[in-house]
């Protein structure tokens, strides 16, 4: 699989130089995330890809750093009186909210919003008997009685 980003990319990008042992093992981190990415893509990989390739090397960088500098399962830590918090939320095969918003404008932008996602849908819900409400204008459903909601689309996550 050919993936978003070369070793020399993270170099050029982290200012990081990897030794030639571990070439193979960050080439392999890049190609994982590349795969992560194309999952999340879906339909829109090749647009996307063919629009934003400086971006997905980027953010495809980005991720690997990120997921090589902190230490598996720790989000905090500090050195006085020793206090260490653990990420529950996010590891090596998790994609975090920052990028999947940015993945999310990346296909929006290439594929354009609702055709990505779908038709979408319309619904209304009446939470019991309406209580009415009146004023100048008249009578009106109490706004508590009354669900109103509009999804653009599928949801992509």
């Known amino acids: 699989m050919a993936g978003y980003a070369t070793v020399a990319d993270y170099e050029l990008r982290t ?5 030639v042992e ?4 960050v080439q ?23 629009k934003y390739p400086d971006v997905l090397t980027a953010l495809t960088v980005s991720h690997v750093y990120r997921v090589a500098s902190i230490p598996a ?4 830590e500090s050195v006085g009186s ?4 653990y990420n529950v939320d996010s590891g ?5 909210e920052s990028e999947l918003t940015l993945l999310d404008a990346l296909i929006d932008g290439a594929c354009g919003g609702d055709e990505a996602r779908g038709i979408g849908q319309i619904g209304i819900g009446y939470g019991g008997p309406p209580q009415p409400v009146t004023d100048q204008f008249g009578y009106w459903p109490d ?3 009354i669900d109103i909601w509009v999804l653009s689309g599928r949801s992509r996550r």
């Open 15 to 19: 200012g990081t130089d990897v030794p």
């Open 143 to 145: 706004p508590d009685d």
């Open 22 to 25: 571990m070439e193979p093992t």
């Open 28 to 50: 392999q981190r890049l190609d994982d995330t590349s795969a992560l990415i194309d999952v999340y893509l879906r339909d829109c990989q090749e647009e996307v890809a063919a």
């Open 73 to 76: 399962g720790v989000r905090s």
């Open 92 to 96: 090596p095969l998790d994609l975090v």
């Open 82 to 85: 020793t206090s260490v918090s």
